[in-house]
């Protein structure tokens, strides 16, 4: 046995002082220091998005969303259940194909609308947007559906065109783009 372990510990130790040897001979390579504008043009060649914000910025938006988590934990507390006031529902931007037209609710024809989900939007937002524009009937039960199937954290940016005649699975998936 003490053999073996000699062996197994020379192996280690001539491997180790191999990389070594290796690594401070064979790293000749000078870093290239690249100033921010040639690295914002060599990351968009590549296909990569590069937005603009200021440390300051992204401290403000960081601040502010601990803020409205903060806010809705405070919201979810299941006490009693109250009709949200209109100051605090989010502003929905109306798309002119949302249109209500008598003729179409005479038809019962389902009612469509263009979802726009932008960065940072929380799915409360979304939930609220969905329920304002009819495509979901109760928007607690919608929280939960995505909840319990993991489609809360695979929400994508983008939009989307839904039906109210479309069933909470199909409108997660159109969502989540699965």
Do not use: W
Request: with cysteine; glycine share 2%.
């Amino acid at each position: 046995m003490k053999q073996i372990l000699r062996a197994f510990s020379l192996g280690i130790l001539s491997a180790c002082i191999v990389m070594l040897i290796t690594y401070y001979l064979g790293h000749d390579e000078k870093q290239i220091e690249l100033t921010t504008n040639e690295m914002i043009q060599k990351l968009e060649s590549e296909g990569y998005f590069i937005t603009k914000k200021s440390v300051e910025e992204t401290e403000t938006d960081q601040n502010q969303s601990n803020q409205e988590s903060a806010e809705k934990k405070e919201e979810n507390q299941p006490e009693v259940e109250e009709e949200p006031n209109r100051e605090e529902q989010p502003e929905i931007e109306e798309d002119p194909k949302v249109e209500e037209d008598p003729k179409a609710i005479e038809k019962d024809e389902p009612a469509t609308y263009t979802l726009r989900i932008e960065p940072g939007m929380s799915l409360a937002t979304i939930v609220q947007m969905l329920h304002a524009a009819k495509i979901i009937e109760d928007p607690n039960e919608f929280s939960a559906f995505l909840e319990e199937n993991n489609y809360s954290t695979k929400v994508q940016i983008g939009e989307f065109n839904l039906t109210s005649d479309m069933t909470h699975e199909e409108v997660a998936e159109t969502i989540a783009n699965q």
